[in-house]
């Protein structure tokens, strides 16, 4: 990371890389098993005119109460590690659980959270049943809802699929 | 105040006060299941009133923000749909207001993801897929209340005759409807209506309910002019700031 990497509008691979390691260890408020890289909200990372680094953070949901608490904490590791950073929110193209990575879907279901498929989660994160039922659209974040296994019994989260 | 002011705030207001109405529901839902469903709709509402609220804001350029125009502003310069200000109801009455606002939103959002006014465009693009969930939500327990008991039916029944003539107002275009339409920013009322009456009639069937006749009176809050309801909800909602301007916690 040289001199020049900073005046340039893109990170050098180097700077890059660096910059992935901090916020692969910044964790989602809500969800701390998947840091802010595996929920897929992170979309650009630049250097602006005059070496300052600029963030683009899609929020999940318009009213996601995590949202400024994903951005203070980005901000936080990245001044941590010595940059000056500065968060720019980004709508277009909007966030969706699409953009959810495929290690942060293995860390959901490890976690005990199905990750979204279509209309429903495919199999309790638990026993690993296909029968499940929907308890709720609606679930303790704005991204999840809540489901019950038939099998098992146990209720679990199901991360939203929109 | 240019129509496209105009016009942002009207989008923006009438999710902000629909989100306030919702939020009287936190705590007192019949089931915790649906106290978190009412709650999550009110948060993405509220989430994209105050995208709306900044940028009705930037385009104003009086240096205005969101928390001004939210808790500034008199009852007469909130220009939301009157449908979203009814009060609740039972719960049959909120789902009923729910399901046919988010059948007008959904169709709102599609056309608008379009606009040439690229800030709004996202927002709408946003919140489409959000719209899409709500009009799930809602559609699915008026089903099930208008498809249920005799009392349930006979709740959101009257529910539907009480709020139907209030939804006049969302398929009528005015001056600044037609000079933003005319821009590419916007959405003409009007030609939302075919899409929202099929969405609707479709539900309704589902819902073993019959569409109530069509009433002529047109209210008009999106012109500043509401019913008896607004300004006990504004009052509450901006006591606090009033009283303590610029707090923030």
Known sequence: MGERALDASTPSPALLARLQGILAQVPDPEIPVLSVLDLGVIR???????????VGIAPTYSGCPASAVIKADVLRALAGAGFDAVAVDVLAPPWSSDWLSAEGRRK??????APPAGRGPAACPRC????????????????????RCEACLEPFDYFKCI | MTPAVRYVLRLADTNLVLAQRLGEWVGHAPALEEDLGIANLALDLLG???????????????GRGEDELAYLREESEYFNLTLVEQPNGDFGGTIVRQFLFDAWQLGLYEALAESRDAALAAIAAKGLKEAAYHLR?????????????PE?????????????????????????DRAVAEAGIGVLPSSLQAAWSARVDETLARAMLARPAAAHYVWYGKQGRHSEHLGY???EMQSLHRAHPGAAW
């Open chain 2, 137 to 149: 939500y809602s559609g699915g327990w008026l089903v099930r209340l208008g498809d249920g008991t």
């Open chain 1, 108 to 113: 959901l279901a490890a976690f005990g959270i």
């Open chain 1, 128 to 147: 690993g049943s296909t029968r499940t039922s929907r308890v709720s659209e609606f679930g303790s974040t704005p991204c999840k809802a809540l489901y």
């Open chain 2, 152 to 176: 349930s039916h006979a709740r959101v029944e009257r529910a539907l005759g009480v709020l139907w003539p209030f939804t006049n107002e969302l398929f009528v275009d005015d001056e600044t």
């Open chain 1, 44 to 54: 650009h990372l630049r250097v602006q005119p005059g070496g300052r680094l600029e």
């Open chain 2, 48 to 62: 994209q009133a105050r995208l709306l609220l900044a940028h009705a804001g930037r385009l104003e350029g009086a």
């Open chain 2, 233 to 235: 909800l504004l009052a």
